[in-house]
């Protein structure tokens, strides 16, 4: 009896098997996996490569007079704080009264290989900013740095104080003394020379292996397995396509700039000491007057904690504020916590600055 029993229980735990199989090769006809920058927007300005993009408000009463210029890392794209409707940070901050404009960089070629740092920061950046303080008649706008977009932000405004009313700091390295976290620690012995002489602008499939390689296991191999539970789901499906899109959209990088990030932060960690000159220009962190919002992940993987922790300590502004929650680098933007205490802490940040 037992004996029938078990092979009853097979034969059902078979069949069970072979409808959740039908149903996951259902669900992956159907998945877009393309759920990413729904938030409506439009084209403001563009330039080379890059594009300004202007969020519409979602606000209509108490929405922030000074305009908030989000600037991201040159790696991956900014698609990652959009990524759904249900878990858009930029959705979030709009929600919160922001008036949002983005920065995309776009994607590098050949022509582009001997930009550099100035390039960025006080060329792009600069006309973006000088374009939205046109529009609104203004001197001041909010500066968002994400990442290596919140380096260059820091840099922005201690080369530009009067041009940004607020500055918030989002993952954002400075100071890469720390040997925390494999990528702080290759850093150091990159060679980045050889690398731009042998590629001309470094290949982005070349630089998200090695963001891989920090958490092999968990990034290389436990998500796909754990992924054969909700195969047959297909919102857990289109989520997960959404943001392996995400990782793997990997710009190149136009190489004297990462030829100077690299040698000028990594190898010599010049931003901190005081060493480190845009087009000629000392960038001094005393220069930074103007409120200081420094947000990082307890969990943070890419960029450690004392690489983010310490910017507070380098600036002059009298009003910083640093603020810690425990998630990871992109959990930051997309968890849960973020849709509930991430957006909102920020947005009233900044309500509570726009006089």
């Given at each position: 009896m037992n004996q029938f029993l078990d092979i009853k229980k097979s034969f059902e735990e078979g069949m069970e098997a072979q409808k959740k199989m039908l149903k996951s090769l259902e669900t992956m006809v159907n998945i877009k996996?393309?759920?990413?920058?729904?938030?409506?927007?439009?084209?403001?300005?563009q330039e080379d490569k890059l594009t300004l993009y202007h969020y519409t408000k979602r606000v209509k009463r108490g929405a922030n007079k000074v305009p908030t210029l989000i600037v991201y890392a040159l790696v991956n794209t900014p698609a990652m704080m959009d990524l759904q409707e249900d878990k858009s940070f930029i959705?979030?901050?709009l929600d919160e009264g922001a008036d949002l404009y983005l920065i995309e960089?776009?994607?590098?070629t050949p022509d582009d290989r001997y930009l550099g740092l100035e390039d960025y920061i006080q060329g792009y950046i600069d006309n973006c900013v000088d374009f939205i303080c046109k529009e609104h008649k203004t001197d001041k706008i909010n500066l968002?740095?994400?990442?290596?977009?919140?380096?260059?932000?820091?840099?922005?405004?201690?080369?530009n104080p009067k041009k940004v009313k607020n500055l918030i700091t989002m993952v954002t390295p400075v100071d890469f003394s720390t040997d925390d976290g494999l990528l702080f620690k290759w850093g150091k012995y990159l060679n980045a020379d050889k690398m731009v002489e042998a590629y001309g602008n470094?290949?982005?499939?070349?630089?998200?292996t090695?963001?891989?390689?920090l958490k092999p296991i968990s990034l290389v191999i436990n998500k796909y397995l754990d992924l054969i539970d909700d195969l047959d789901s297909e919102s857990s499906m289109d989520n997960f396509l959404t943001m392996e899109k995400w990782i793997f959209d990997s710009p190149n990088q136009a190489g004297r700039a990462f030829k100077e990030f690299i040698n000028g932060m990594y190898k010599e960690n010049k931003l901190i000491k005081g060493e480190m000159e845009i087009g000629g220009e000392k960038v001094d962190l005393k220069n930074i007057n103007m409120p200081l919002l420094n947000v990082y992940a307890e969990r943070d993987h890419q960029v450690p904690n004392a690489a983010s922790k310490p910017l507070e300590d380098y600036v002059s502004s009298l009003d910083t504020t640093t603020k810690c929650y425990p998630t990871g680098h992109i959990g930051l933007f997309v968890s849960g916590r973020s849709q509930r205490e991430v957006a909102p802490f920020i947005g009233k940040w900044l309500k509570d600055h726009d006089k």
């Open positions: 996996g393309d759920g990413s920058n729904r938030t409506e927007r439009e084209i403001v300005y959705k979030n901050l960089w776009g994607y590098p968002l740095g994400v990442c290596q977009g919140g380096t260059f932000s820091v840099m922005y405004a201690a080369l470094l290949p982005g499939d070349f630089l998200n090695g963001f891989l390689t």
